[in-house]
Nanobody, 123 residues
């Protein structure tokens, strides 16, 4: 699976962005998909994950109620809708594809990674 993330940008606090992650490869629909982020000088963080089929989702506490992960298997794409953005959401966001829902929060469990897209939220 090859992944291509897009949709980042510079926005003001309170604004919204939608990130997209386009996948190639016939195993996309069978993959657990995750979004991670990394700010300068900080460790990579799990942001959100969605199971194959989309029936299960999981979010880090700080984005619950503001971010929504979804997937369109017909388009081989996973999305991250980000609302009410805060300066602390500023980071490089990356999407990843893995095999095991039970390890959705664990970055090293993901087999495939896309390049990151920068999200900058000004106050």
């Amino acid at each position: 699976v090859q992944l291509q993330a897009s949709g980042g940008g510079l926005v003001q606090a309170g604004d919204s962005l939608r990130l997209s992650c386009a996948a190639s490869g016939r195993t996309f629909s069978e993959s657990t998909m995750g979004w991670f982020r990394q700010a300068p000088g900080k460790e990579r963080q799990f942001v959100a994950g969605i199971s194959d089929g989309g029936s299960l989702t999981l979010y880090r506490d700080s984005v619950k109620g503001r971010f929504t992960i979804s997937r369109d298997d017909a388009q081989n794409t996973v999305y991250l809708q980000m609302n009410s953005l805060k300066p602390e959401d500023t980071a490089v966001y990356s999407c990843a594809a893995g095999d095991q829902w039970r390890l959705v929060k664990i970055a090293r469990a993901y087999r495939y990674w896309g390049q990151g897209t920068q999200v900058t939220v000004s106050s």
